[in-house]
């Protein structure tokens, strides 16, 4: 009985032990780059003051938004899958219009304040790399996400930024390119000694706010739905009639989801605990404390650890941020487009979905000028998100 309840993916599982590995990539999508795009460079900076200012004092927090991560992370892709729909339009059904504009707009202007400071940091990271203005580098990374999001169809696009998740992994090799006391991280990992003052619980709180993001779950459930619609189009689980039908698709489209979510947002906290890792063995043992960007870790590793894990370190910030830009202006973009009744889909050509692109260019092409002015307003620093 359980082997009839088993889709095509499922039973492939089971054919070589060679093609084991190509059928769990390919069960991989929304969940990998959602927990990976929660990876971004003003999140980058937020871990990155936490290891300078406390070094290995925050390890555990990692422990803890895990679970809760991929609680709501599920939630989401479910939301998704089951209804057919991404959450703004699922909202829509029971509560006012004024409110679902009112959580639309703060959405929009959350994500275009992160888009402006993910932007600043690139542009500031690349220039640190090969030299140049960051305004300019920040430009041209702008345009390349926006043009990538409206030439490029979904079928196409979701590779790449699955693709992209490799880049996570520069945050890895930096830590093994530096002395890490492993027993004394691990010790404090499991048993952190207690810090308890304002600023220790006010960075408890940011990388609680950096690790839970709202614009991840509007993200993931819309690219449930987006996968949906690929190849061969799936109806919406709630729309399975009769039971037998619901339960020979329904339940192998819940356990992948179920994975794909759990390796995403698992992924993403091993990544942020290497970046917490790596900058409390070096910046915190070297006394330097008072960091506030991702690029000007960048910048105070070179001198303590070497070139390299300075490039390591600087190229993952763009990295990560050519990953991070596009998943927060789609967000806002699937939320706008939910709210108003247009079409919502990467796959769609540009002429068919004018409002949904136009949100996308807008966010992207607005965070330039404002990341620029961040950048003034902190003295030439982007600021770690929630700070």
């Known amino acids: 009985m359980k082997l009839k309840t088993m889709n095509s993916s499922e039973t492939e599982l089971n054919k070589t032990p060679d093609k084991r590995p190509n ?26 003051q ?23 992370q599920l939630i989401s892709a479910q939301i998704g899958r089951v209804t057919g729909k991404g959450i703004i339009a699922n909202v829509k059904d029971f509560a006012p219009r004024w409110l679902v504009i009112s959580l639309v707009s703060m959405l929009v202007m ?32 702008a345009a390349t996400s926006v043009l990538l999001q409206v030439f490029v169809r979904y079928r196409r696009y979701a590779p790449a930024l699955k693709f ?14 530096v002395h890490i006391p492993w027993g004394k991280a691990f010790a404090r990992a499991v048993w952190p000694a207690a810090e308890v003052n304002r600023d220790y ?14 614009y991840l779950f509007f993200w993931q459930a819309s690219q449930e739905v987006e996968e949906m619609k690929q190849n061969r189009p799936r109806r919406p689980l709630k729309e399975r009639r009769p039971l037998k039908e619901l339960l020979r698709g329904g339940e192998s489209e819940i356990e992948r989801i179920a994975l794909d979510t759990s390796v995403g947002m698992a992924f993403s906290n091993i990544i942020a605990f290497f970046i ?6 070096v910046l915190n043992a070297a006394g330097v404390t ?36 596009p998943v927060l202006a789609g967000s806002a973009a699937y939320c706008v487009s939910e709210a108003f009744g247009w079409p919502a889909t990467l ?22 000028p404002v990341g620029n002015s961040i950048l003034l307003a902190s003295g030439g620093r982007v600021r770690a998100r929630g700070w």
């Open 110 to 141: 959350a994500n275009t304040f992160n888009i402006a400071a993910d932007l600043a940091a690139m542009g500031e990271a690349f220039s640190l790399v090969i030299g140049g203005l960051n305004r300019e580098h920040a430009l041209i990374f």
């Open 23 to 48: 059928i769990f990539l390919r069960l991989l999508g929304p969940g990998l780059v959602t927990g990976a795009a929660d990876d971004d460079p003003s999140g980058i900076a937020t871990y990155t």
């Open 164 to 177: 992209l998740t490799l880049v996570l992994f520069f945050y890895v090799a930096t830590a093994f390119t």
């Open 201 to 214: 619980l006010l960075m408890v709180v940011a990388v609680l706010g950096t690790t839970i993001s709202p």
């Open 50 to 72: 936490a290891g300078a200012q406390f070094g290995y004092g925050l390890l555990w927090t990692v422990f803890l938004t895990t679970p809760f991560m991929i609680a709501i």
């Open 290 to 325: 008072n960091i506030h960007s991702a690029a000007e870790a960048a910048e105070a590793l070179r001198p303590l650890a070497g070139d390299l894990t300075f490039l390591l370190f600087a190229l993952g910030i763009v990295g990560t941020g050519l990953l991070a830009v």
């Open 276 to 281: 917490i890792l790596t900058t409390a063995a």
């Open 347 to 368: 796959e769609a050509k540009a002429p068919d979905a004018v409002g949904f692109y136009s949100i996308i260019a807008a966010a992207t092409v607005v965070g330039v």
